[in-house]
Each structure stands twice: as structure tokens, then as C-alpha cells.
């Protein structure tokens, strides 16, 4: 079955840098776009970066751009968030998403806290 295994959350401070990881399995990764979501208290859930299967086109959302950068290992089945310059408002539940014709999948997420 699909799983999808994000990890690599935490807190750091105001300009820090994380990087999650999303561990997928259950289908043919290199087949497949990959996307990061993200959700903070109280509000919807945000699309913040998309990758294309091979990973030869990325997209961000403008609150993000700049300062994220998705990737993907197909050789490992994982995808990537690169977060640099972190601010208090990119704190969140950070989950990975993979979409098939007809559903789509979902990690548990991690937990990414900004604060001083």
C-alpha cells in the first residue's frame, strides 16, 4: 500500500534552516509529481512547492519562494523540503502528497516550529 513518511521537523529559531524528508513507498516514485503541504493552527491547508517526476520543474508558493527548495531522490523514493531564512509565520504541520488519478495520499506530517 502507499505510505508516505515525512520526518526531519523541529524547532529553530527565527533565520534557521531545516530539511524534511518524505519517504515514500507503496508505488513507482519516479513516476509521479510530489508536493509539500503545509497547515498551521486555525487555518487551511497550503500548498507550498510542487516537483515534477523527474524533478525538472519545481513551483512555490510566493510566501515561500525564495527561501524553499523541493527536490527529489528517485533513486531513494524521497522527496525534500529545503527551508532556509525559517520565520515564525512558516510554522506548521509540513505534509507530502502524491496524487493519482483517482485519490490521493498523505503523510502523517511534522511538525515545524519557529520561535525564539
Known amino acids: 500500500q502507499v505510505q508516505l513518511v515525512e520526518s526531519g521537523g523541529g524547532l529553530v529559531q527565527p533565520g534557521g534552516s531545516l530539511r524534511l524528508s518524505c519517504a515514500a513507498s507503496?508505488?513507482?516514485?519516479?513516476?509521479?509529481?510530489m508536493r509539500w503541504y503545509r497547515q498551521a493552527p486555525g487555518k487551511e491547508r497550503e500548498l507550498v512547492a510542487t516537483?515534477?517526476?523527474?524533478?525538472?520543474?519545481?513551483n512555490y508558493a510566493d510566501s515561500v519562494k525564495g527561501r524553499f527548495t523541493i527536490s527529489r531522490d528517485n533513486a531513494k523514493n524521497t522527496a525534500f523540503l529545503q527551508m532556509n531564512s525559517l520565520k515564525p509565520e512558516d510554522t506548521a504541520v509540513y505534509y507530502c502528497?502524491?496524487?493519482?488519478?483517482?485519490?490521493?495520499?498523505w503523510g502523517q506530517g511534522t511538525q515545524v516550529t519557529v520561535s525564539s
Open positions: 516537483i515534477t517526476s523527474a524533478g525538472g520543474r519545481t
Open positions: 507503496g508505488f513507482r516514485f519516479s513516476t509521479y509529481g
Open positions: 502528497n502524491v496524487a493519482f488519478i483517482s485519490s490521493d495520499y
